[in-house]
């Protein structure tokens, strides 16, 4: 392990300790927020890949109804998100227990967003490099424009932060992310968007009508 590899896990378990304690009133408040405007559970749980692709349980304040239509299929995530979840979502308060995630070693401070488990078999080999790192809270492609730039861009984003990572690149990024995060940027709610949007070359047969292609709270790219 080198000096680098060590430095940021250092960082990592300072930070995560650090905001579990601190933030705990915040983290109480939102939880009974949550409770009292979406009723249980209040942590959305998703299993996504991590380093090297191995899955991990991601966890955040869940901002979404579990409304389904008629047929049982959830209806858009833009009409399932509430006002509340809008705001958690905003202020990227809902990433909160993520800390939780970098405590355990499951994810860093910085790093490619964790994706979802579907993309693996869809990924390019160069693509894929993106998993040679933990996945992080926020990260190069993150911070490039968040939700704005085309997906394959930021999935080449994320392995040029791969190549270049650095202690010196982390804190650049971590500014930028309080900045934006401050000011708001990027952080509209996630619609709903098809596998085959993706821009994946790897992509072929189509799902089944039935079968949504995303799943629940967002794509969290």
């Known amino acids: 392990m080198t000096a680098y590899h060590i ?9 995560a300790a650090s905001a579990l ?17 979406m009723g249980s559970p209040v942590l959305f749980r998703q299993i996504r890949p991590g380093l090297h692709g191995r899955p991990f349980t991601l966890v955040k304040f869940r901002t979404m109804r579990n409304a389904t239509e ?13 006002r509340l979840g809008r705001l958690l979502r905003r202020t990227s308060l809902d990433e ?14 910085v790093g490619p967003r964790p994706l979802l488990v579907e993309y693996l078999d869809l990924y390019t080999e160069d693509q894929a490099r993106r998993h040679e790192v933990p996945p992080g ?32 690149l982390d804190a650049e990024i971590m500014l930028r992310t309080i900045r934006q995060v401050l000011s708001g940027e990027g952080a509209e709610p996630a619609r709903f968007l098809d596998i085959s949007e993706l821009g994946f070359e790897r992509y072929r047969a189509p799902a089944p009508p039935d079968q949504p292609r995303t799943t629940d709270e967002d794509q969290m790219p």
């Open 21 to 37: 304690v601190v933030l705990s009133p915040l983290i109480a408040l939102i939880a009974l927020a949550i409770r009292i405007d």
């Open 70 to 82: 008629r047929d049982g299929r959830p209806i858009p995530s833009e009409e399932r998100i509430t």
């Open 137 to 168: 809270l926020t990260g190069w492609a993150a911070v490039q424009g968040r939700r704005v730039i085309p997906f394959q861009e930021r999935l080449a984003q994320d392995v040029w932060y791969v190549d270049h990572r650095s202690l010196r």
């Open 7 to 15: 430095a940021k896990r250092a960082i990592d378990i300072s930070f």
């Open 96 to 109: 909160i227990p993520e800390a939780w995630n970098i405590l355990k070693g499951e994810m860093s401070i």
